[in-house]
T-cell receptor, first 111, second 113 residues
């Protein structure tokens, strides 16, 4: 049973639109949640971390967490072609020490 | 830049040969991790370390061993490589104390023929 689920995509949005990426997780004790961006052939790069319910904004990115629904999302406003990448959701379980990753959602922003 | 260096970056080897991948960090972080990344599976944890000589298994540890004899180096060894171990291997360090944020090295692409 997968612990962190993401739609593999591709999610295609026009330039300037809002891209919405979603992730669900199974461990109710999870405390820490992360979004990584990975360009093809490159290593994952941390975009956002979120630890409490609600929204967290950083520039064009907003992470949203709902622990009751075991759901975390990432919104990208004013999407740019340079945002085209695979976005990985990562969850740290209640026991700590290690992150479990989803398989990622591929985002394509078309000019 | 989290100061992580992986070596080698690319390696082609034959089935049955031993392979060691090295991860070197310059910032004295306690936690280090080895992941592998394969299409359709995402990033999967192989082994991790929480201090010198302190290591633990991840979800896909079979066929792999690790060692950490000093803080800055975390070695991943495939004692007898198999074609199923063809993958991209990423080392990561955990920074920021209890926050759990991982920062990744550039990856090592291993092909086992």
């Amino acid at each position: 049973q997968k612990e962190v689920e993401q739609n593999s995509g591709p999610l295609s949005v026009p330039e300037g639109a809002i891209a919405s990426l979603n992730c669900t997780y199974s461990d109710r004790g999870s405390q820490s949640f992360f979004w990584y961006r990975q360009y093809s052939g490159k290593s994952p790069e941390l975009i956002m971390s979120i630890y409490s319910n609600g929204d967290k904004e950083d520039g064009r990115f907003t992470a949203q967490l709902n622990k009751a629904s075991q759901y975390v999302s990432l919104l990208i406003r004013d999407s740019q072609p340079s945002d085209s990448a695979t976005y990985l959701c990562a969850v740290e379980g209640g026991s700590g020490d290690k992150l479990t990753f989803g398989t990622g959602t591929r985002l394509a922003v078309r000019p | 830049d989290a100061g992580i260096t992986q070596s080698p970056r690319h390696k082609v080897t034959e089935t049955g040969t031993p392979v060691t991948l090295r991860c070197h960090q310059t910032e004295n972080h306690r936690y280090m991790y080895w992941y592998r990344q394969d299409p359709g599976h995402g990033l999967r944890l192989i082994h991790y370390s929480y201090g010198v000589k302190d290591t633990d298994k991840g979800e896909v540890s079979d066929g792999y061993s690790v060692s950490r004899s000093k803080t800055e180096d975390f070695l991943l060894t495939l004692e007898s490589a198999t074609s199923s171990q063809t993958s991209v291997y990423f080392c990561a360090i955990r920074a920021g104390g209890e926050t759990g944020e991982l920062f990744f090295g550039e990856g090592s692409r291993l092909t086992v023929l």
